[in-house]
């Protein structure tokens, strides 16, 4: 098929129909290159942006794709999805599985975790730039936008979890670790008031937001309630004291401690964890948690790849099981 212009419709679509036919008839192929804007607009006689909005509008409907600053190459008619996590946990088991299922059956999701480092966090991204037709990502960071992030279009682009930063336009499912937080604790406010102490057991070193320990202290100044704030689970249990407590594997340790010093949970002293995940169901009976639903963040982020729409929501943080505490 030969491109000949002619009056029946805008040069911009008659470019963009023999772009497609070209594809459609395998003249290039899934993942090769396209000629550049400069060689169609010599070759045809046509303006650069003429070739330009052509190609745009094919990358609208998925047919091609790009590289920022780089080439067009014809795109994957499966829908490809890059799905970036710190790390796993089962709560971020349950968000994935609650994404994938509302997935059509020719939507792809490939999963990593960047684990906390920038360097491995910068080179996934780097080298999924182009590549996939959505990007759902957990930023390194609570406080600082990623800058390589920007290289990806923001209309592809969805932060989830982490968001204390300017978003700058971008779509976003994020957690409140601040104000969430004392909001959470506030509802419970009368069932702490039976304890001698809450304690917050947060190590310097850990990803949670540093910043949480503040709004914790200012609910305690605020409610008049004794506490403390522990890098490490003590040695020894106070009883009569709450404590809450981020990381599972404190959970763990808190919960071994009370067995050796024959403290039931509820009873002689209190637990609240961080994150809701299955374990915290069944585990001493159930254990308060504070948390976002995971399950409804898996859903909204379906929500944005499949419908393409801008979101921005923090979801709302709640405690789980609160009759325990």
Known sequence: MELK??????????????????????DYVVGEKLPSINYLSRTYNVSRDTVFKAFLALKEKGIINSIQGKSYYVANPSTNIFLLLDEY????????????????SNYKVDLWFHQYNKNLFDALVEDAIGRYNKYVVMNYDNENFSDVLTKIDKDRLLLIDFGKFDKNGYSYVCQDFDKGFYDALTTVKEQLSAYDKLVYILNKNHKHPQSSKEYFKRFCADNGFAHEVKDEVPGEIAANNCYIVIKQTDVVDLIKQSKKQHLQMSRDFGLIAYNENPFYEVLENGIPCISIDFNQLGNLAADFVIEGKKIQSYLPTVIYRENLI
């Open 89 to 104: 946990t089962p709560f971020k088991e349950a968000l994935y599985n609650n994404f994938v299922q509302q997935l059509p």
């Open 5 to 26: 212009f002619n009056h029946s419709t805008t040069k911009v679509q008659q470019m963009a129909d023999y772009i497609r036919h070209s594809i459609e008839v395998n």
